[in-house]
């Protein structure tokens, strides 16, 4: 049981690291070595890269500057119009080139249009025309976008040339490579990424922690999986979602006790409000001896709030609980609700022996029959029930 999808922990985390990244002045500032250029904050002060130091060329300084003032108006397709002009054209320098694909980039991205972005960003680095500030965030923007598209591998060998070549410990850049570990199912390898980031913040998101977890999860690293739920379920013990995933962690470490536990008290103060909360609570009961009557009250009391649907699973669970808690009565109607929902004959020959066994012969017979027609591993077993007299 996991907390979420791994494709919806890591589309969480590109979303909220997408987005405009491109900071332009005006190329006849940048030229002349205007205040605001003068002035930029150096985003990556440990960067490895000597910067280029290239300003706009004098042939194509005024298709430049027409460029950042199309793109700073928020005209994307223009944008791009301008840039293609630029990228093909033989007098452009360095500079010139790698600042029209970013932009290019940019409102590629605003289009929706990835495939393009990640071209035109692939077209910036491969230039090396910009300023570290704009070439790092070029790269940055490549590894989310690649990251975004499931392309897993290219994504994060674009994203370790980037945490190398800028020696950044943003816990930001840390928490994306460890949500893209997790990704690729490299639990080990994101743990520490992960947990240097966690620790590097006074006051880390949950949803770091959450993921921090999940890889310990994973990991069969139970007892630092549940440190983690216990700490986050204690900083919010009115967040539903973090009693769940604590419940989830005891359950992976096999404590169903306390797993139960902490859903039980979410039920009690009303708080089990959808169908996988209560199947959750059904489902942890169920792996647990001796507590087959939990299970049915469980399913009973979430079928009655209309929570849980009448489907094949939640009929089993219940012809079973029946079973082993010597109600069989109520096991043959809900094995009789359950046989025509499964894919196959099987609950219907399962249904077949327990009439066969209560001396219901003629319905015995007419299961096994509906289990044959189904289709069932042993045809045998049903024609023994059929043919018995």
Same mark, same amino acid.
């Given at each position: ?101 970013? =932009?290019?980039? %940019? &409102?590629? !991205?605003?289009? @929706?249009?990835?495939?393009? *972005?990640?071209?035109? +960003?692939? $077209? #910036?680095? /491969? ?48 928490? =994306?490579?460890? %949500? &893209?570990? !997790?990704?690729? @199912?490299?639990?080990?390898? *994101?743990?520490?990424? +992960?947990? $240097? #980031?966690? /620790? ?51 359950? %992976? &470490? ?136």
């Amino acid at each position: 049981m996991k907390f979420r999808s791994k494709h919806a922990v890591l589309s969480i985390f590109v979303a909220a690291a997408l987005g405009g990244v491109v900071a332009v002045d005006d190329a006849s500032a940048q030229s002349r070595g205007g205040k605001k250029s003068q002035k930029a904050e150096q985003l990556f002060p440990q960067a490895s890269r000597q910067e280029p130091g290239l300003k706009p060329s004098t042939r194509l300084g005024k298709k430049l500057q027409k460029l950042i003032d199309v793109y700073n108006k928020d005209d994307n397709a223009q944008t791009r119009v301008l840039a293609d002009e630029i990228l093909a054209s033989a007098d452009g320098n360095a500079y010139d080139k790698s600042l029209s694909a970013q =932009l290019a980039a %940019q &409102a590629s !991205y605003n289009l @929706d249009d990835n495939a393009a *972005a990640k071209a035109y +960003l692939q $077209q #910036a680095l /491969e230039n090396n025309g910009l300023e570290n500030n704009n070439h790092y965030q070029a790269m940055l923007m490549l590894a989310q976008l690649q990251l975004a598209d499931d392309e897993i591998e290219p994504g994060l060998a674009t994203l370790d040339r980037y945490l190398s070549e800028t020696g950044s410990t943003k816990p930001e850049d840390l928490v =994306l490579k460890g %949500q &893209a570990l !997790y990704q690729a @199912d490299r639990f080990q390898e *994101a743990i520490p990424v +992960l947990k $240097q #980031a966690v /620790e590097a913040t006074p006051e880390p998101k949950d949803t770091w922690i959450q993921l921090l977890m999940a890889c310990y999860a994973e990991a069969n690293q139970h007892a630092e999986a549940i440190a983690l739920a216990e700490r986050l379920a204690a900083k919010n013990p009115a967040d539903k979602k973090a009693q769940t995933n604590l419940a989830t962690v005891y359950a %992976q &470490a096999d404590q169903m006790d306390k797993a139960a536990a902490v859903l039980e008290k979410l039920r009690a103060a009303g708080q089990l409000t959808e169908e996988r909360e209560y199947r959750q609570l059904y489902i942890t009961y169920a792996n647990m001896d001796g507590r087959e009557k939990d299970v049915i009250a469980v399913i009973n009391e979430g079928m009655q709030k209309g929570l849980l649907k009448s489907d094949y699973q939640t009929h089993l669970a219940l012809a079973q609980s029946y079973y082993y808690s010597d109600q069989i009565p109520q096991a043959i109607e809900q094995w009789q609700k359950a046989a025509p929902m499964s894919k196959d004959g099987e609950t219907y020959l399962n249904l077949a022996r327990v009439l066969w066994q209560e001396g219901r012969m003629p319905e015995a017979k007419q299961a096994a029959q509906q289990a044959l027609a189904k289709g069932i591993r042993k045809p045998e077993d049903a024609r023994k029930i059929i043919n018995m007299k």
